[in-house]
């Protein structure tokens, strides 16, 4: 064993999705949902993305962002804020 933590499928689905959608704001219930993952876990990781560190590495969240699955929905959803909104800063390969 390594030492290094080691990280979940849901994290790599979640990442991943992220990659292939870049730019795009997702709340993490809406993100969780997407990739069939429990929210409390990727809000866990929506704080790490907050860093400085994360943002080189390609992810970025804020707090109280927009959300790509709310602004789909209607007028009625679109501009609601979720707790925390990520996004992949990356541009998808092609």
Do not use: F, N, Q
């Amino acid at each position: 064993m390594s030492g290094e933590p080691s990280v979940s499928s849901a994290v790599i689905r979640g990442l991943e999705l992220l990659d292939r959608h870049a730019g795009e704001w997702y709340c993490t219930r809406c993100w969780a949902y997407e990739v069939g993952a429990d929210a409390r876990t990727l809000h866990r990781v929506s704080v790490l993305m907050g860093t400085d560190e994360a943002r080189l590495a390609g992810y970025e969240a804020k707090a109280d962002g927009a959300c790509k699955v709310h602004d789909a929905k209607g007028a009625r959803l679109a501009g609601r804020k979720g707790p925390r909104s990520v996004r992949g800063l990356r541009k998808p390969r092609s």
